[in-house]
């Protein structure tokens, strides 16, 4: 059966007063819908995890630093209401606009130190829309655990920051990227590569994977991001916006693998802007 669609906050109140009531925990999965696989994991971690769970969807204009990009994401209610329902969600919370940012909205909520460089430089304004929106769903819908994908591995940093700093009661749980068989990361932008993209697309994974596996063997971090970015190109990727090594617990830069590490990158196809991420775990 398909899940309630909630659009007022009053709403969603009510629910999770009723389920409160009967002593349940409540779970959140926060997305902007145009659902894949990769999201409906987290649905699925989800209902492992809590007694309701409540996926979101709303499309936030405050983290699109390209108004283009803000209108050609994909908007697929419908679709994303028939995916969910063999999932068995408790309410589906598609806040309408007002219920977000009503009138007069003055709130910024900006997590430094994890939100910068990276996504961080080069979408100006990205993570405080991110960060604004993930506080207010946590405060709506009081959930005690919530749910992201590592794909985002910095928005995930930025939201685990931003729940101890504001002393948000909230369990964040990070799940581990889905991929295609050929390796790309599942990605709401991924149907928007044409046939030839698509099929350049695995490259960003594999160069990544070969990096990741040469600096757990010892090569030099400088050499294996050299290599790895040259590999992105020649696998038909336009340009690299950004190739690094940080610390998985803080996301500072590192110039040794002395802990365990991320190495992050983001690249453009055409039009479309791609991101992905291993882990490097000293041997
Ligand atoms: O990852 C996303 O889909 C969005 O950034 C999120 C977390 C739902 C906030 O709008």
Not at 59 to 82: G, I, K, M
Request: glycine content about 8%.
């Amino acid at each position: 059966m398909s899940a309630p669609i909630l659009r007022r906050l009053a709403d969603l109140r009510a629910a999770t007063a009723r389920w409160r009531g009967a002593g349940e925990t409540v779970a959140v999965v926060p997305t902007m819908g145009a659902l894949h696989e990769g999201h409906l994991s987290l649905v699925r971690a989800a209902k492992a995890g809590a007694d309701r769970v409540i996926v979101t969807i709303f499309v936030n204009p405050r983290q699109f630093d390209n108004p283009d990009d803000l209108a050609r994401y994909p908007r697929t209610e419908q679709s994303d209401a028939q995916k969910l329902a063999p999932f068995g969600v408790d309410a589906i919370y598609v806040p309408d606009p007002d219920q977000v940012y009503p009138a007069g909205f003055a709130t910024t909520v900006s997590v430094t130190g994890v939100s910068a460089g990276l996504c961080g430089a080069h979408r100006p304004g990205h993570f405080d829309g991110v960060a604004t929106v993930v506080a207010k769903l946590f405060l709506q819908t009081g959930a005690e655990l919530a749910y992201f994908g590592e794909k985002d591995f910095q928005q995930l940093m930025v939201v685990r920051t931003l729940a101890r700093d504001l002393d948000i009661a909230v369990r964040i749980i990070g799940c581990p990227t889905v991929r295609e068989a050929d390796g790309l990361a599942l990605s709401s932008r991924n149907v928007r590569l044409p046939e030839q993209a698509r099929a350049a697309a695995p490259a960003l994974y594999a160069a990544l994977s070969g990096a990741a596996a040469a600096i757990r063997a010892g090569a030099g971090i400088e050499g294996a991001l050299a290599t790895a970015r040259a590999q992105i190109l020649a696998g038909g990727y336009d340009s690299v916006e950004y190739l690094e090594l940080r610390a998985a617990a803080t996301l500072a830069p590192l110039a040794v693998l002395g802990e365990p590490a991320r190495l992050l990158a983001a690249a453009h196809l055409g039009d479309v802007r791609l991101i992905d991420n291993v882990p490097v775990i000293p041997a």
